[in-house]
C-alpha cells in the first residue's frame, strides 16, 4: 500500500495517492538479460535510441498497463527524476516495505565503524542477494485494499559482521560486486551480462551490436 511507503519518508518524497492505494514494486531477476532485453535488442534494434535496458523495461510495463484496459495503470521508473532533481520514488525503501527485499541501512547495524563517513544503504534478495535490480513502480489509484496486510523482508544478512561486511563492500567496493555475494545466492548474472554492466553506458550499444 501506498500509506507504508509514505509513512516512513519525508513528505517530501510522498506519493500523491491515499493511502490505500495498491501498489507494486518490480524487481528483474538474472534471466532478465536473456529472457527480455536480448530478444528485445534483436526485434526492435533500429529503435533503440536511449539506455536499452530502460527501453526494454518500459516496453514490457507498457505491455503490462494494455493488460488492465478497465484500470487506470500509473507507471513510475527507477530513473526518472522530479524537476528539484530528487528521484520520483525511492526504489530500495519501496522494495523494503513491498516485502520484496530487505534493505539495509546504517541504522541495522549497532556498533557503526564508519563515524563521519557516508554511508549508503543496499537492498539484498533472500533468493538473489544483490544479482538483481528495482526496476519501477505500477500503481492502481483507483485500487484500494485497506485490508491488505503487510509482508516484512526476508532479513537474510542477519548478523552484526555480515551487516557491516555488506556495507563495508557496498560502498567502498562496490565496483567489483562482492556485496551481491553477501548471502548463499541461487542465480547470478552471466559473464556476458556482467561485462554489459561493467561498460560505461556510452559503450553499451557496441556490446550488443547497436550503433549509437
Not at 136 to 148: A, E, K, N, T
Request: glycine share 4%; with cysteine.
Amino acid at each position: 500500500k501506498v500509506g507504508w511507503y509514505n509513512a516512513i519518508l519525508q513528505p517530501g518524497f510522498h506519493l500523491p495517492y491515499p493511502d490505500d492505494t495498491l501498489a507494486f514494486v518490480v524487481l528483474s531477476t538474472p534471466s532478465m538479460f536473456d529472457k527480455a532485453l536480448k530478444p528485445f535488442v534483436n526485434k526492435e534494434r533500429l529503435k533503440i535510441i536511449r539506455d536499452p535496458v530502460d527501453q526494454c523495461v518500459s516496453h514490457h510495463l507498457s505491455r503490462v498497463k494494455e493488460k488492465f484496459p478497465d484500470q487506470k495503470v500509473d507507471v513510475i521508473f527507477d530513473y526518472e527524476i522530479l524537476p528539484s532533481r530528487k528521484p520520483k520514488f525511492l526504489a530500495q525503501t519501496a522494495a523494503h516495505v513491498a516485502g520484496a527485499a530487505y534493505y539495509y541501512q546504517r541504522k541495522d547495524v549497532k556498533l557503526d565503524p564508519w563515524e563521519k563517513k557516508k554511508i549508503y544503504g543496499v537492498c539484498i534478495h533472500p533468493k538473489y542477494g544483490g544479482w538483481f535490480a528495482i526496476r519501477g513502480l505500477l500503481l492502481f489509484p483507483d485500487i484500494q485494499v485497506p485490508f491488505l496486510e503487510q509482508s516484512a523482508p526476508v532479513d537474510c544478512v542477519s548478523t552484526e559482521e555480515k551487516r557491516i561486511e555488506l556495507l563495508e563492500l557496498f560502498n567502498f567496493h562496490w565496483q567489483d560486486g562482492r556485496y551481491r555475494d553477501i548471502i548463499e545466492v541461487k542465480e547470478r548474472y552471466s559473464e556476458e551480462q556482467k561485462a554489459y554492466f561493467a561498460t560505461p553506458p556510452a559503450e553499451r550499444f557496441r556490446l550488443l551490436g547497436l550503433t549509437q
